[in-house]
């Protein structure tokens, strides 16, 4: 069964900086790609980071681009969310997800437990 295990979150001040970790199992890892998405109370779902199956390739919405940087390590299998300059609207519980096929375009269909972070 694929398996997506997300860990890092926590509280921080705004303008600090937290980085999330998802490790996954269950599956080839370095053929799918992999995105974090968002959830904060009372809000829309929000896709926030994709990366592609070899991490050259990485796409952010524009609330978070230059402030969360995307990375991944195939011989770990995980991906890394390295988020800076964290604001109060960054609250939220934070998802990590694996596309259906290689390519993000084509959605995703797996699902980790989630990992809160408050900032305040």
């Known amino acids: 069964d694929v398996q997506l295990v997300e860990s890092g979150g926590g509280y921080v001040q705004p303008g600090g900086s937290l980085r999330l970790s998802c490790a996954a199992s269950?599956?080839?890892?370095?053929?799918?790609?992999v995105g974090w998405f968002r959830q904060a109370p009372g809000k829309e779902r929000e896709g926030i980071a994709a990366i592609g199956p070899d991490g050259a390739t990485t796409s952010y919405a524009d609330s978070v681009k230059g402030r969360f940087t995307f990375s991944r390590d195939n011989h770990k299998n995980s991906v890394y969310l390295q988020m800076s300059s964290l604001k109060p609207e960054d609250t939220a519980v934070y998802y990590c997800?694996?596309?259906?096929?290689?390519?993000?375009?084509?959605?995703?269909?797996?699902w980790g437990q989630g990992t809160q972070v408050t900032v305040s």
């Open positions: 269950g599956y080839t890892y370095s053929m799918f790609s």
């Open positions: 997800v694996r596309s259906y096929t290689s390519s993000w375009v084509d959605g995703f269909g797996y």
